[in-house]
């Protein structure tokens, strides 16, 4: 058997020019409520075909997928079991971890259809035409029913204790024997004591761990379709005996590494000071608001999260009480004498302590004061080390983290939180100083936290919701929620150790600062005639107004509201109960009294009148807002029910969970919508000097799409303005593509120059609040007319989403109320087609390139 492992032989085996890789059926994408990315399509590419194979009852029967923490493991083990019920007739599925907090977080995201982390899609699965149900089970019926998917859901520990001491009605090997099923392994690595070559060292957990290998291997093979299927971001493959055990299961690999550097995941930055842990604290604290403020700065609505850790409970316990000290005992004062020292002491620009500590110096701290009290006090923070911390409510709260009714800002912790804990918007995580210890074990537990923290926030900006970093080459300052900041101990035997425990967990670090790349104007362009005198026009924006704020309507908020039943009931872990569902519904009208409505009022901050009034002005009072047909006076929210249930029958709770919903999608909106710009058909010039001068590109060499940026060399190219290009792989194909044409341009027009857009040349959609920055513009110029030419080279995978952008360019030249304010010359604008990678698009992109432009 050769030393590769099998995810690189399918690999070698689909770049094969005779192997076509197996394609991801079509109900799988229909069937998820999320997209999935492309490193999760070709895991299932890989799996799909060793299970097409005669021999997967024999060779392929047991498979590990070996993914990085937040690559969406949980994803694609929900995809496979689509496939092998779909392909394979699998019903029966075990899932097995050795965590009950991990346990409760599966539950959620494959049952729970109220749960923002559920995974299959929320309006039911179906299958050629067929709706199928998932139910929750303790042991497997002997009949199955048709269109069932059975799941039973366990720790590591409870399955082998049922199995190896038996019980009435219980699991039993057995009542296994005349089922095939397939095992799901979470977190697998704890199952491998039996396999590790160092056995002599095990631990007395580890001894009992390893009959837990026993149990499982014997479970596979008591079926010949049985499978086994792991799961693992943690799984040592330079232990010998571990790699011989998974060189031929490791159906797909996708490490951590491969993971940050193609963007997936926050870049992650350490910093160190010589500070106490009450001062590291504060500025935590104070790093934290300032994510939030310049998230709230670009239309962004973040709740950033700090977890405090700790090496001991008592000393977590003492720095969460000196931390609520520090908050209520903030001042004005103490405040400013922070600020001016920050600012003294950090003075590279580059530093986030220098941009930081700069925003503050510039702000009313009375008011950052007032809003660190709001935000940071006991309702918002959980203490992860009490014996009852396990608790329904608290296990809730962690995972659910992002949402906008969560209120928890800080977690103070120990080691509960390592494993098995999905968290977005963590981005600073602070070790306590006090009794640290800098041993290699205390590091690598602190390595696979900081990999959990690494896990990408997804947020809007500027009309675009990406899953990916968007700012690695842009001195932007939204890197910092792009950024997950851990705020170390500067001692040196325990930051060896920690870069150590980083590089062994395949996590990318960099220090508080970046490289540069510097494109410059070209002397000659700075002198010549058309950039002295020239202008670059952009539409006109205008500011909505409070008078355009009267109703919900003007916020795109509905007072119409319909929602499913299962989307609005919690399910309980644990709960025999079953979900009601079914094919056949009914819609039912929720009766909503005032007490309900109030109620739900007072359970979110956001709708407390001071600030509610500051996003909708309009309003005089809290009862208008509750009685006025042009906002909840009218609210109507309708369900839908299977036939067998009626509105009467919801639980008060039920009924309150579905109006906080309601709120929750209100909240957002009015958010999102109030106070935006919005862009008008009139065209000003603004002048070359003022728009276009030299840029910086501070990066860490990857962009976000995983194409190394680079510099190319324009000094000899006069029609391009900037002496280096700094581009991607795409950008430098488009301007291949203009320079092929550059001669002929010259023929037909004066002046032609290629400007590339560095953030600075923005147009906003006409009537509306959507706008972008195109990445070149064409300047040209003949005898009578000056011509201004949009270019957006696109990337396949933006080219759909970003299609209004498109249209929104092609229509310039068309629109009868598009005019231009120019003084004394004639001005043309110009949109041209996408320009694409996609040999299609491409074509299409030079036919309109050349029949627009000569």
Same mark, same amino acid.
């Given at each position: 058997?050769?030393?590769?492992?099998?995810?690189?032989?399918?690999?070698?085996?689909?770049?094969?020019?005779?192997?076509?890789?197996?394609?991801?059926?079509?109900?799988?994408?229909?069937?998820?409520?999320?997209?999935?990315?492309?490193?999760?399509?070709?895991?299932?590419?890989?799996?799909?075909?060793?299970?097409?194979?005669?021999?997967?009852?024999?060779?392929?029967?047991?498979?590990?997928?070996?993914?990085?923490?937040?690559?969406?493991?949980?994803?694609?083990?929900?995809?496979?079991?689509?496939?092998?019920?779909?392909?394979?007739?699998?019903?029966?599925?075990?899932?097995?971890?050795?965590?009950?907090?991990?346990?409760?977080?599966?539950?959620?995201?494959?049952?729970?259809?109220?749960?923002?982390?559920?995974?299959?899609?929320?309006?039911?699965?179906?299958?050629?035409?067929?709706?199928?149900?998932?139910?929750?089970?303790?042991?497997?019926?002997?009949?199955?029913?048709?269109?069932?998917?059975?799941?039973?859901?366990?720790?590591?520990?409870?399955?082998?204790?049922?199995?190896?001491?038996?019980?009435?009605?219980?699991?039993?090997?057995?009542?296994?024997?005349?089922?095939?099923?397939?095992?799901?392994?979470?977190?697998?690595?704890?199952?491998?004591?039996?396999?590790?070559?160092?056995?002599?060292?095990?631990?007395?957990?580890?001894?009992?761990?390893?009959?837990?290998?026993?149990?499982?291997?014997?479970?596979?093979?008591?079926?010949?379709?049985?499978?086994?299927?792991?799961?693992?971001?943690?799984?040592?493959?330079?232990?010998?005996?571990?790699?011989?055990?998974?060189?031929?299961?490791?159906?797909?690999?996708?490490?951590?590494?491969?993971?940050?550097?193609?963007?997936?995941?926050?870049?992650?930055?350490?910093?160190?000071?010589?500070?106490?842990?009450?001062?590291?604290?504060?500025?935590?604290?104070?790093?934290?608001?300032?994510?939030?403020?310049?998230?709230?700065?670009?239309?962004?609505?973040?709740?950033?999260?700090?977890?405090?850790?700790?090496?001991?409970?008592?000393?977590?316990?003492?720095?969460?009480?000196?931390?609520?000290?520090?908050?209520?005992?903030?001042?004005?004062?103490?405040?400013?004498?922070?600020?001016?020292?920050?600012?003294?002491?950090?003075?590279?620009?580059?530093?986030?302590?220098?941009?930081?500590?700069?925003?503050?110096?510039?702000?009313?701290?009375?008011?950052?004061?007032?809003?660190?009290?709001?935000?940071?006090?006991?309702?918002?923070?959980?203490?992860?080390?009490?014996?009852?911390?396990?608790?329904?409510?608290?296990?809730?709260?962690?995972?659910?983290?992002?949402?906008?009714?969560?209120?928890?800002?800080?977690?103070?912790?120990?080691?509960?939180?390592?494993?098995?804990?999905?968290?977005?918007?963590?981005?600073?995580?602070?070790?306590?100083?006090?009794?640290?210890?800098?041993?290699?074990?205390?590091?690598?537990?602190?390595?696979?936290?900081?990999?959990?923290?690494?896990?990408?926030?997804?947020?809007?900006?500027?009309?675009?919701?990406?899953?990916?970093?968007?700012?690695?080459?842009?001195?932007?300052?939204?890197?910092?929620?792009?950024?997950?900041?851990?705020?170390?101990?500067?001692?040196?035997?325990?930051?060896?150790?920690?870069?150590?425990?980083?590089?062994?967990?395949?996590?990318?670090?960099?220090?508080?600062?970046?490289?540069?790349?510097?494109?410059?104007?070209?002397?000659?362009?700075?002198?010549?005639?058309?950039?002295?005198?020239?202008?670059?026009?952009?539409?006109?924006?205008?500011?909505?107004?409070?008078?355009?704020?009267?109703?919900?309507?003007?916020?795109?908020?509905?007072?119409?509201?319909?929602?499913?039943?299962?989307?609005?009931?919690?399910?309980?872990?644990?709960?025999?109960?079953?979900?009601?569902?079914?094919?056949?519904?009914?819609?039912?009208?929720?009766?909503?009294?005032?007490?309900?409505?109030?109620?739900?009022?007072?359970?979110?901050?956001?709708?407390?009148?001071?600030?509610?009034?500051?996003?909708?002005?309009?309003?005089?009072?809290?009862?208008?807002?509750?009685?006025?047909?042009?906002?909840?006076?009218?609210?109507?929210?309708?369900?839908?029910?299977?036939?067998?249930?009626?509105?009467?029958?919801?639980?008060?709770?039920?009924?309150? %969970? !579905? @109006? $906080?919903?309601?709120?929750?999608?209100?909240?957002?909106?009015?958010?999102?919508? =109030? &106070? +935006?710009?919005?862009? *008008?058909?009139?065209?000003?010039?603004?002048?070359?000097?003022?728009?276009?001068?030299?840029?910086?590109?501070?990066?860490?060499?990857?962009?976000?799409?995983?194409?190394?940026?680079?510099?190319?060399?324009?000094?000899?190219?006069?029609?391009?303005?900037?002496?280096?290009?700094?581009?991607?792989?795409?950008?430098?194909?488009?301007?291949?593509?203009?320079?092929?044409?550059?001669?002929?341009?010259?023929?037909?027009?004066?002046?032609?120059?290629?400007?590339?857009?560095?953030?600075?040349? %923005? !147009? @906003? $959609?006409?009537?509306?609040?959507?706008?972008?920055?195109?990445?070149?513009?064409? =300047? &040209? +110029?003949?005898?009578? *007319?000056?011509?201004?030419?949009?270019?957006?080279?696109?990337?396949?995978?933006?080219?759909?989403?970003?299609?209004?952008?498109?249209?929104?360019?092609?229509?310039?030249?068309?629109?009868?109320?598009?005019?231009?304010?120019?003084?004394?010359?004639?001005?043309?604008?110009?949109?041209?087609?996408?320009?694409?990678?996609?040999?299609?698009?491409?074509?299409?992109?030079?036919?309109?390139?050349?029949?627009?432009?000569?």
């Amino acid at each position: 058997m050769t030393n590769e492992i099998l995810h690189s032989r399918i690999e070698e085996r689909f770049n094969d020019i005779f192997e076509t890789p197996p394609e991801v059926p079509s109900y799988i994408y229909d069937n998820l409520s999320h997209h999935l990315r492309p490193y999760q399509e070709q895991a299932l590419r890989h799996f799909i075909y060793t299970q097409r194979s005669d021999a997967a009852d024999v060779s392929f029967n047991h498979l590990l997928f070996h993914m990085a923490t937040g690559s969406g493991k949980t994803l694609v083990l929900a995809a496979t079991i689509l496939y092998l019920y779909k392909e394979h007739n699998q019903q029966n599925f075990i899932f097995f971890v050795n965590s009950d907090a991990i346990i409760k977080k599966t539950y959620d995201n494959l049952t729970n259809k109220s749960s923002s982390k559920y995974l299959f899609a929320r309006d039911g699965i179906e299958i050629d035409g067929e709706r199928i149900s998932v139910q929750v089970v303790d042991t497997f019926p002997f009949i199955s029913a048709e269109n069932t998917i059975y799941l039973k859901l366990t720790t590591i520990q409870k399955l082998h204790m049922d199995l190896t001491n038996p019980r009435e009605n219980g699991l039993t090997y057995e009542s296994l024997e005349d089922h095939k099923f397939v095992l799901l392994a979470d977190e697998a690595h704890h199952i491998n004591a039996l396999t590790r070559s160092d056995k002599k060292k095990l631990t007395t957990r580890e001894a009992q761990e390893k009959t837990w290998e026993n149990t499982v291997n014997r479970l596979l093979h008591l079926y010949p379709e049985n499978r086994l299927i792991e799961y693992t971001a943690t799984i040592n493959l330079k232990d010998d005996t571990l790699f011989n055990k998974y060189k031929d299961k490791i159906v797909y690999q996708y490490d951590l590494k491969r993971f940050m550097q193609h963007g997936y995941s926050k870049n992650v930055v350490l910093l160190r000071a010589n500070e106490d842990d009450n001062q590291k604290m504060l500025h935590a604290m104070l790093l934290s608001q300032y994510r939030k403020y310049v998230a709230k700065e670009n239309g962004i609505d973040l709740k950033p999260i700090v977890l405090f850790k700790s090496n001991k409970i008592a000393i977590s316990k003492e720095a969460n009480a000196s931390f609520f000290e520090i908050v209520r005992s903030l001042t004005v004062d103490q405040l400013t004498r922070v600020v001016e020292h920050g600012k003294a002491v950090h003075q590279n620009r580059n530093s986030i302590w220098h941009k930081m500590f700069q925003y503050y110096s510039e702000q009313n701290l009375a008011n950052i004061i007032q809003d660190l009290q709001w935000d940071f006090t006991e309702e918002t923070t959980i203490n992860a080390n009490d014996a009852s911390f396990l608790s329904e409510n608290n296990t809730l709260l962690l995972n659910t983290l992002e949402e906008v009714n969560n209120p928890i800002r800080t977690i103070f912790a120990v080691a509960k939180l390592n494993e098995g804990w999905d968290v977005l918007n963590l981005f600073d995580i602070v070790r306590i100083s006090e009794g640290a210890s800098n041993t290699k074990m205390t590091t690598d537990s602190e390595a696979q936290l900081i990999g959990r923290g690494a896990r990408y926030y997804p947020f809007e900006y500027e009309g675009e919701n990406a899953y990916i970093r968007r700012f690695d080459t842009s001195p932007s300052d939204l890197k910092v929620i792009e950024t997950l900041h851990y705020h170390t101990i500067n001692e040196n035997s325990y930051i060896k150790n920690l870069q150590k425990s980083l590089e062994t967990a395949n996590i990318q670090v960099k220090e508080d600062a970046y490289n540069r790349l510097e494109a410059k104007v070209k002397p000659k362009v700075k002198n010549a005639d058309w950039f002295k005198n020239g202008k670059i026009y952009v539409n006109k924006v205008i500011p909505t107004t409070p008078e355009d704020y009267q109703s919900l309507d003007s916020y795109n908020v509905s007072s119409e509201y319909e929602v499913n039943y299962e989307s609005s009931i919690e399910q309980l872990f644990g709960s025999n109960q079953e979900t009601v569902s079914g094919n056949k519904r009914h819609e039912q009208e929720l009766n909503i009294d005032q007490r309900l409505l109030q109620k739900a009022i007072q359970r979110n901050k956001f709708y407390r009148f001071n600030n509610l009034k500051q996003y909708v002005p309009s309003i005089s009072s809290m009862k208008e807002f509750l009685e006025s047909d042009n906002f909840l006076g009218n609210l109507c929210i309708r369900i839908s029910l299977p036939t067998s249930l009626s509105v009467d029958q919801l639980s008060p709770q039920q009924r309150l %969970k !579905i @109006v $906080e919903k309601f709120l929750a999608y209100a909240e957002k909106n009015i958010r999102s919508n =109030y &106070m +935006k710009l919005k862009g *008008t058909p009139i065209f000003e010039g603004i002048a070359f000097s003022k728009l276009i001068n030299d840029y910086v590109v501070e990066m860490n060499k990857i962009t976000n799409m995983n194409e190394v940026v680079d510099t190319r060399n324009m000094r000899d190219h006069d029609w391009y303005i900037y002496d280096k290009a700094i581009v991607n792989n795409l950008e430098s194909n488009f301007i291949d593509f203009i320079n092929d044409y550059v001669e002929d341009l010259k023929e037909k027009y004066n002046d032609v120059y290629l400007i590339r857009n560095e953030r600075k040349i %923005k !147009i @906003v $959609e006409i009537d509306g609040t959507r706008g972008f920055m195109p990445d070149f513009l064409l =300047y &040209m +110029k003949d005898e009578n *007319t000056t011509y201004q030419v949009f270019l957006e080279p696109k990337g396949g995978h933006l080219y759909e989403q970003d299609k209004w952008k498109e249209e929104f360019l092609m229509s310039l030249s068309s629109r009868s109320d598009v005019e231009i304010l120019s003084e004394n010359e004639q001005v043309r604008l110009i949109g041209i087609k996408f320009y694409s990678s996609s040999p299609e698009l491409k074509q299409k992109f030079k036919e309109d390139f050349i029949d627009k432009l000569f």
